[in-house]
């Protein structure tokens, strides 16, 4: 018996969260009268809080000195470099995951061993990206430039455009899988396996993106702060303004969007193993199938920006500001704040903190959220070119034979991995050209369907005579191996392992891209 466990906390400066990390495992096994059993479980939790922070300038633009009365807009010689949009950001989100894993052992005998193995695992990440963006290339009041450059340093301006944006997301994904198989001794020369795995995924991701406008009265900005955009609004008698008053913003843009994605694998894999012995010209003999069958689908629906007044009826302003969605909707809760530590004090920064919408708000009120804007409260529609469909089958065949002292050789019936594979929905197609008629476009299909059988025929009418060769000399090499074990000297041969080529007591996984059985589980247990 065996019981383990850690138990540790993991602190962050920038969250000032202490978050979790625990795991455990128990495992047993028992000598019974129906043979050998063994079991474990393990379990695991992780939480972690994350947080970041940065500044960005825009494209430094060239413009035309705004104090040359007379611009000539055909000479840059004279332009000045300045951004048009600035902003700062922070990022923070929580992610959990967690995890168990299940194996079971039976060996009722030294010649058989049979197993299962079922694991499954959660992600789950909730995050936001809290902007503030400035818009000083709108227009210019006054402005310096850095010494011997034609660079801004400070940018002044007036009734400015400025948004804040809360981007609310929603991840989480699952994975389960489970597989079963066995070895077998059937005699002292044959030896078989199979190992019968099914996997199933699921991902949904969601986003909602709210942008609220105010105008600065007045906004300066400062572009000697060591790369960082450094910005402050102020009153227009220039006391300072509170960017984290709700009251100065509107709803101004939205943006609504999903996808989900799942997939599923079933795998079969059986391997047959028989040993000839050293007395013939092959010493071993072995085979083995491979059959599989995967699926995989994706929907989403991509919700481009919808401005306040994009379908507002004619002649509507649809000016919703923050503080008057409580009395619209009946719902309390959107206004908050950002974080307030922006660079953690490494750059000087005027502004640090500013209002941004609520994140559980918009992802727990979506569709309120979407009347706001004159669109339905459902869900939108799945795009088109966001569809796809594939199912998969695959198919492998092998026989493989051992030179005593030699190196191995090997014969494949079916080709290796021949997969069959169809397709519905397309994803962003490329574009080619079209033909005026269709028939000619079915022709072109059924003459490209026949091509591929031809060469799939090819490739098995080679795998056919490579196969009656091959088995030519395998019972040319049987014989011997028989009229050999008939003498007295020879009555006792040696059993030898063939299969996919793995250690002797170890299990391998058979299923495709990793998705197989937890050898590492039942080895412990063996």
Known sequence: FELAGTVRGLYSENTEETDPIASGLISNRWNTDAGEFGAMLSVSYQDKHYQEANTFDGTYDSVENPDNPTPDFSDPSDNNLRPFVIGSIYTLGETVRESANLSLQW???????????SFYVTYDEDFELNFWIPLP?????????????????????????????????????????????????????????????????????????????????????????GGASNARVLNADGTPFDVTDSSHYWLEQLFDQRDEQEGEDVNFTADLDYSLGDEGFFSALGGGVQIGRRTAENREALGEG???????????????????????????????????????????????????????????????????????????????????????????????????????????????????????????????????????????????????????????????????????????????????????????????SMGSGSAPGSSASHSKDGKGSSADARSEMA
């Open 306 to 496: 919808i401005h306040r007044n994009r379908f507002a009826p004619p002649g509507v302003d649809n000016l919703v500001f923050v503080d008057d969605v409580e009395s619209i909707t009946g719902l309390a809760g959107i206004q908050d704040v950002s974080p307030s530590d922006i660079l953690e004090g490494d750059r000087d920064l005027w502004t640090r903190q500013w209002f941004i919408a609520d994140r559980d708000f918009l992802l727990n009120n979506t569709a309120a959220v979407r009347e706001l804007f004159f669109l339905s409260p459902e869900d939108p529609p799945n795009v088109p070119t966001g569809f796809f469909k594939d199912e998969e089958d695959t198919y492998a065949a092998y026989m493989q034979a051992e030179i005593p002292d030699g190196p191995r050789l090997h014969a494949v019936g079916v080709p290796p991995n021949a997969v069959a594979k169809s397709t519905a929905g397309r994803r962003r197609p490329q574009r080619r050209a079209c033909r005026d008629s269709g028939a000619e476009r079915r022709m072109d299909q059924r003459n490209s369907n026949r091509s591929e059988s031809m060469k799939l025929s090819e490739k098995f009418l080679r795998g056919r005579s490579a196969i009656a060769l091959f088995v030519s000399l395998l019972l040319l090499s049987l014989a011997a191996s028989l009229r050999a074990s008939a003498a007295p000297d020879c009555a006792n041969g040696t059993r030898r």
């Open 107 to 117: 060996r009722p005998s030294d010649r058989a061993t049979f197993h299962w193995d």
């Open 137 to 225: 290339g709108i227009q210019v009041d006054s402005f310096t430039l850095k010494p011997d450059s034609n660079v801004a340093q400070t940018w002044n301006s007036s009734n400015i455009f400025t948004l804040t944006s809360n981007q609310a997301f929603a991840r989480e994904s699952a994975t389960f899988q489970t597989a079963i198989g066995s070895e077998w001794e059937l005699t002292d020369r044959l030896s078989m396996k199979g190992d019968l795995a099914y996997t199933r995924s699921t991902a949904d991701n969601r986003g909602v993106i709210l942008d609220t406008g105010s105008i600065a009265a007045r906004l300066e900005v400062d572009f000697s702060q």
